[in-house]
């Protein structure tokens, strides 16, 4: 589903249509308002446009001389000075807006022109609507002594919102700009560019926040019946806990949507309690306490303890099913690290050696033309370095898979290098046993990443793997001792996430993805009183959503019959029979039918067979947005991971809410907007390099011309 927000300003109101007259004047008050701490209502959205056509004369001063002009008298006619911010239409009929494409006839555009601009673009009002010209009276022009091409100027605000998208996209503190090299730099440029202080550049920032924490709320507001959060938790540099909190939900047209609800400080002492008053106070501003279905966390026992106290709060009012889900991307992790422990040194030599690799093209040079000596593969340079698990395998592939081409670049270089980085018998031998061990990880891993349609059964299926070869290295006889204890410690982390998930709420969602449904479900999910209480769950909740008059049948001893009921009952109640028999008959035939093959995309699955299933898909909608992860997986098996780190922890706490909310919005689809007034930061760059392109042209005839 695409966002959009509102028209710029407002709509034009169906008398802005009518003519002025010669005496008509605008009314500058709307602009005398909008002057505060934002940016000058002058300036909200100006174009780069030469000020040099203001008002069309009528008269060429390209002649030699003198030229006296007599013209017969005539009646007074109106210009308008806004005229440069519209252009004529193809029709040659209708004046069209540079901003926004507003279309007014020329026969009554007249006195409209102002009064758009005020309503749309705020400020660009402030010289007034129209100018009236006089009959031309005698005139003498004067040729005008040659004088140097001056630069375009640069608009203040033009400049200022260009530097405020760019804050917002790097992720950057606001008093980025108060540095005086930079602010010296522009003036370098141009000596009439300003730009506006931090504390400004904080204060339009907020206002953004505001204007489009609007948008979200509304957005939110028109989801379907259920939704699902995610928990994100973060330290700054200035030692503030933060939690992100995201939600997510599949539209009508199977359309798998989120949106970034708020990011929050949790004051001191950052448990449990603290998180979940903060946590209901976004769910409630969003009006959606009552929506949500699951709350997936990162495994934190503070996390913990709030889902399980939201849990039993929403248990209590009857408000809806609810269940809080760990994070599994968090989890494998963590088993990864385990296993990573025992090689650790290592990991840590070999990553010293590439990090030498990637700095040196003469060193990286000579270790591709080694590996193509000794055919050891090819290598895609620099090498992943990072402390995640995507640069920690790295090493060991490196060290498993070009040992020769290392070592021999490390003796060629030693005395920069230094023997140190040469891998003995003892760590070739480590690094062969845990490469092999962590082989199956990788592939986990990279299905985890790459999978765009990763579900809670998917999840398990991968977990299930992982959870089995951790057993085996446990239990076999050939594996070395320290890989044996590191895979205890693997095992019993395994064994904790699959405890956590062992229930009915994970069981319905399992199955409603036609790739897993009973065939691959883990055993210990699989039980019949999982199957009977996801059955009793469906009816009652699904099965009359056709019949939204019919109460619903917690009981069968509401269907049977009665003599004393009146026939209009009993209507009814063959409606609700044929309803909840309907409703078994879709589950049944459901869970009868093959799982998919996994490759399959499963919200296409349920958008073309959903008409077979009218009830079943309604379920499906809600649980399927359930999340498996409370943060993409690449953020936390990837080095991307690493530069959203650097840039949350180095954020001043002034800055962390407004800016990380803002950049997730756009990224999201969501228009920038300040004081409700949508701010197009492309359309600003057209008009500039558009205005550069005119102002260059015109520079150059004038050469010529000279």
């Not at 446009?49 to 009646?75: A, C, F, Q, Y």
């Not at 000794?374 to 090498?383: A, I, M, V």
């Not at 060991?396 to 003796?411: H, N, P, Q, W, Y």
């Not at 690493?642 to 689809?669: M, N, Y």
Request: aromatic share 10%; charged share 25%; hydrophobic share 35%.
């Amino acid at each position: 589903m695409s966002y959009q927000t509102g028209i710029v300003g407002g709509k034009v109101a169906a008398s802005n249509l009518m003519d002025w007259s010669v005496n008509d004047s605008y009314d500058n008050t709307t602009n005398e308002n909008l002057k505060d701490s934002g940016p000058k209502p002058g300036t909200v959205m100006n174009s780069v446009i030469s000020n040099n056509d203001l008002v069309d004369t009528g008269l060429h001063s390209e002649e030699k001389g003198s030229t006296v002009l007599t013209p017969k008298n005539r009646k007074r006619t109106m210009i308008s000075v806004y005229l440069k911010y519209f252009e004529t239409a193809q029709d040659g009929k209708s004046r069209r807006c540079k901003f926004c494409g507003q279309s007014y006839s020329i026969a009554t555009a007249t006195g409209n022109l102002a009064r758009h601009l005020g309503n749309r673009h705020p400020g660009y009002c402030k010289i007034g609507d129209v100018v009236n010209s006089p009959a031309p009276q005698v005139v003498t022009v004067a040729k005008k002594p040659p004088t140097h091409a001056k630069l375009p100027s640069v608009e203040l605000d033009h400049l200022n919102w260009l530097l405020m998208k760019w804050l917002i996209s790097a992720s950057l503190p606001t008093t980025t700009l108060a540095e005086n090299w930079l602010t010296n730099s522009f003036k370098f440029l141009n000596p009439s560019a300003e730009l506006w202080s931090a504390e400004k550049f904080q204060t339009v920032l907020y206002e953004i926040f505001r204007s489009m924490q609007e948008e979200v709320r509304i957005v939110v507001e028109h989801v379907p019946p259920k939704v699902s959060v995610s928990l994100d938790f973060w330290t700054s540099y200035e030692q503030l806990l933060y939690m992100g909190i995201t939600c997510q939900w599949i539209d009508e047209n199977w359309s798998f949507k989120k949106v970034l609800l708020d990011i929050c400080h949790i004051p001191s002492p950052c448990g449990g309690p603290e998180i979940y008053y903060v946590l209901l106070k976004v769910l409630r501003h969003y009006n959606i306490e009552s929506k949500i279905l699951s709350c997936t966390h990162d495994n934190s026992p503070s996390a913990l303890q709030a889902c399980h106290t939201l849990k039993d709060d929403m248990d209590s009012q009857k408000v809806a099913a609810f269940c809080y889900i760990p994070c599994a991307a968090h989890t494998l992790n963590s088993i990864i690290n385990d296993g990573l422990s025992t090689t650790k040194s290592v990991i840590l030599k070999i990553r010293e050696f590439v990090l030498e690799l990637n700095s040196s093209k003469e060193i990286s040079d000579d270790f591709v033309h080694f590996t193509m000596a000794y055919q050891e593969g090819n290598w895609k340079l620099p090498l992943d370095t990072s402390a995640r698990w995507s640069g920690s395998y790295q090493m060991l592939d490196i060290a498993f898979k070009a040992g020769k081409s290392m070592e021999t670049v490390i003796r060629k270089y030693e005395e920069q290098l230094g023997s140190r980085l040469l891998l003995n018998s003892t760590e070739k031998n480590v690094v062969k046993i845990m490469h092999k061990y962590l082989e199956p990880f990788y592939k986990t891993i990279n299905n985890i990443c790459t999978n765009k349609e990763l579900t809670i059964g998917l999840v398990l299926f991968f977990m299930e793997n992982i959870s089995e070869t951790v057993a085996l290295c446990k239990d076999s006889r050939q594996s070395p001792d320290w890989l044996k204890s590191a895979a205890e410690e693997m095992c019993l982390k395994a064994q904790n996430y699959s405890d956590q998930v062992c229930n009915v709420f994970i069981y319905m969602t399992a199955v409603l993805d036609p790739r897993i449904k009973l065939e691959l479900i883990p055993e210990s999910l699989n039980s019949e009183s999982y199957m009977e209480e996801a059955r009793n769950h469906f009816i009652r909740n699904y099965s009359s959503r056709y019949f939204p008059s019919i109460p619903n049948p917690y009981t069968t001893q509401e269907l049977e019959t009665d003599v004393s009921v009146s026939f209009a009952e009993e209507i009814a109640r063959k409606k609700r029979r044929a309803s909840l028999n309907s409703a078994t008959d879709e589950l049944t035939q459901y869970l009868s039918e093959q799982p998919a093959p996994v490759q399959t995309d499963v919200l296409e699955w349920w958008k073309v067979n959903g008409p077979r299933y009218p009830r079943l898909s309604l379920m499906a909608r809600d649980f399927l947005a359930v999340q498996a992860t409370a943060v993409p997986p690449e953020d936390i098996f990837c080095s991307r991971g690493d530069e959203i780190d650097q840039q949350k922890f180095s954020i001043p706490h002034r800055d962390t809410k407004a800016l990380l909310c803002v950049r997730s919005w756009l990224q999201s689809g969501i228009k920038m907007s300040y004081k409700s007034t949508e701010i197009d930061c492309e359309r600003i760059m057209d008009l500039a390099a558009a205005s550069a392109t005119e102002s260059s042209s015109r520079s150059f005839d004038r050469k010529q011309k000279g």
